[in-house]
């Protein structure tokens, strides 16, 4: 069984990791409305979402318990 302190700390990182996601997502639409945006800069910044993203998902499945055999 996993302590309930360390499924604390990771529902908070999970807070923090999908506010840094949404963050992301605004810069993202803001910077593409703006036609001198370098691309190369919104690629970066799309990668690190989708890795955001993929962090996120780990640990919310690790938030999930485990079913018994």
């Not at 908070?12 to 691309?39: M, P, S, W």
């Not at 970066?44 to 485990?66: F, G, M, T, V, Y």
Request: net charge negative; charged share 40%; no cysteine.
């Amino acid at each position: 069984m996993t302590d309930p302190i360390e499924l604390t700390r990771i529902a908070q990182r999970v807070i923090a990791l999908k506010l840094e996601h949404r963050d992301l997502d605004a810069a993202i639409a803001k910077l593409q409305a703006d036609v001198e945006t370098d691309e190369l800069t919104i690629k970066r910044l799309k990668k690190r979402k989708l890795q955001l993203k993929d962090s996120i998902e780990r640990l919310e499945s690790a938030l999930i318990p485990d079913e018994p055999a």
